[in-house]
């Protein structure tokens, strides 16, 4: 009896080792396509020219971050609610720095996807040229 629980210990360990090529091969071959942001809804002609602080900063801001970056206990003390608020995190460098996925910063937005790469130039562009209250 003994001699065939590890006779079938054998073959499931022997079995598992042949499975192993594919699980090799399941795995994706180029690990940064699946860290990709999905580009399918970047301008091919973005336009990140005279960016304005109230027709596109901010809305942007308030589509993507607001929920958890205004009140009474914004997420990370970081407060996005208002020009002069958001002003002093372009300052630090933090906004661009969470934004562009840099390291030292923790990845904003939080648990999603990276922003387009055409919204990452604009917001760049504004603050390039000196992040106006426009
Ligand atoms: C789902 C909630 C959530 C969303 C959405 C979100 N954040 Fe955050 N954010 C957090 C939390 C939580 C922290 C604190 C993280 C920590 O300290 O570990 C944080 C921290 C930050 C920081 C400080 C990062 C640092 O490394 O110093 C900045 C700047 C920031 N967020 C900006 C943004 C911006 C800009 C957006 C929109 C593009 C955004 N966040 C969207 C939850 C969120």
Partial sequence: MYKLIILLLCYIIFESCTHD???IMDVDPDPLDTMMVDTSMVDADCM??????????????ETFCISCHSGGYPSGGVSLDDY???FEHVESGRLIGSMNWESGFVNMPLGQPQLDDCILEKIESWINDGAQNN
């Fill in 21 to 23: 090529p594919t699980f």
């Fill in 84 to 86: 002069d608020a958001i």
């Fill in 48 to 61: 990140s020219d005279d960016i304005s602080f109230s027709d596109f900063i901010f809305p942007t801001l």
